[in-house]
């Protein structure tokens, strides 16, 4: 078997399961996903890997390496804290040319938008706790916590819509 033919074979469902898993990471683009995943399936193939393996098998195993690599990947980013934002140097931050006055509203906005729980939730989440370990912390069930952090994402969407006009 050739490396070609299994290429040729899964790359189909290969690109939309990169465009799936790439759905919340607007950082990465979907063709360096799938450029990871060859990537991925070459150094197998050339191991020996992938020799009498299904396609199935094959792209669960490019689904599970994919995942990892965003998890990882995820970590990597740094986050800004709000509180830790200096309003005077913010114009070279967000790069806008407002006034002070603007970029305070913003930071208020964004500062008040979120109740202290959702807050603390988030800080937790951004430093890299899972939703079971923050769940424990606040002593309320992870599902909880996902649902909390379904509510803060939109809140974030909706300050990013009416930041945008």
Request: glycine fraction near 4%; include cysteine; proline fraction near 1%.
């Amino acid at each position: 078997m050739y490396f070609e033919e299994i290429l040729n074979r899964i790359s189909p469902t290969l690109k939309k399961i990169t465009k799936k898993l790439n759905g919340k990471y607007s950082y990465i683009d979907d063709n360096d996903l799938f450029q990871e995943a060859l990537l991925f399936l070459w150094n197998s193939f050339k191991d020996g890997k992938l020799a009498n393996k299904t396609d199935s098998y094959i792209l669960q195993g490019c689904y599970f390496y994919l995942k990892n690599y965003l998890r990882n990947k995820d970590k990597k980013i740094n986050f800004i804290n709000i509180e830790d934002i200096d309003l005077r140097k913010t114009n070279t931050f967000i790069n806008l040319s407002t006034n002070d006055s603007t970029i305070k509203d913003i930071y208020d906005i964004l500062k008040n938008s979120l109740s202290a729980k959702e807050r603390e939730i988030l800080k937790l989440y951004l430093n890299g706790m899972t939703m079971r370990e923050i769940g424990n912390k606040f002593n309320v069930s992870h599902v909880m916590i996902v649902k909390m952090m379904k509510k803060i994402r939109n809140k974030c969407k909706k300050f990013k819509e009416e930041f945008k006009r």
